[in-house]
């Protein structure tokens, strides 16, 4: 049984390798056709990039894709100019608040310490008027020191 299979096959070697190269064409054709399908949607994508980069993919003097090529060079450019910019505005933006933050707590640390001594100067001042039975000058002194206002001269 086997011997008369292979003596068939040997009868017929012509037609199966003909066969064998029809589907060998066969799938190479396919995978042509997929080759120049997939080629056409890349540059149906690249022209759609291009036109939304604002440049042309089949521009005159240079190669195709070229001046496409350069407009998006040249926005990446601008991306990362812009983005170094913006970053270096956000840090000294950072350190003047940071500068202004220090000094208005300073400020307020100052005035705090002064209402405070204030504070304590009429507090002494009363002390000593209601022992002398004596509003003077160093008591309207610390009257206006707890309201804010300069010592008269």
Same mark, same amino acid.
């Given at each position: 049984?086997?011997?008369?299979?292979?003596?068939?096959? !040997?009868?017929?070697?012509?037609?199966?390798?003909?066969?064998? /190269?029809?589907?060998?064409?066969?799938?190479?054709? %396919?995978?042509?056709?997929? @080759?120049? &399908?997939?080629?056409?949607?890349?540059?149906?994508? &690249?022209? $759609?990039?291009?036109?939304?980069?604002?440049? =042309?993919?089949?521009?005159?003097?240079?190669?195709?894709?070229? &001046?496409?090529? $350069?407009? %998006? +060079?040249?926005?990446? =450019?601008?991306?990362?100019?812009?983005?170094?910019? @913006?970053?270096?505005?956000?840090?000294?933006?950072?350190?003047?608040?940071?500068?202004?933050?220090?000094?208005?707590?300073?400020?307020?640390? !100052? &005035?705090?310490?002064?209402?405070?001594?204030?504070?304590?100067?009429?507090?002494?001042?009363?002390?000593? +008027?209601? !022992?002398?039975?004596?509003? =003077?000058?160093?008591?309207? +002194?610390? %009257?206006?020191? /707890?309201?804010?206002?300069?010592?008269?001269?």
């Amino acid at each position: 049984m086997i011997r008369l299979l292979f003596a068939r096959l !040997r009868a017929e070697a012509a037609f199966i390798v003909l066969l064998a /190269v029809a589907g060998a064409g066969a799938w190479l054709y %396919v995978q042509l056709r997929s @080759t120049a &399908a997939d080629r056409d949607d890349l540059l149906r994508r &690249a022209e $759609l990039i291009c036109a939304s980069a604002g440049g =042309d993919f089949a521009a005159g003097k240079l190669r195709r894709g070229e &001046a496409c090529r $350069l407009k %998006v +060079a040249a926005l990446a =450019d601008f991306k990362a100019r812009t983005d170094q910019i @913006t970053a270096e505005t956000l840090t000294r933006a950072l350190a003047e608040h940071d500068a202004r933050q220090l000094t208005d707590n300073t400020a307020a640390r !100052r &005035a705090a310490e002064a209402a405070r001594d204030a504070a304590q100067r009429m507090e002494t001042a009363d002390a000593e +008027a209601d !022992r002398r039975n004596l509003v =003077d000058r160093e008591w309207t +002194a610390a %009257v206006n020191g /707890v309201a804010g206002l300069h010592p008269p001269r």
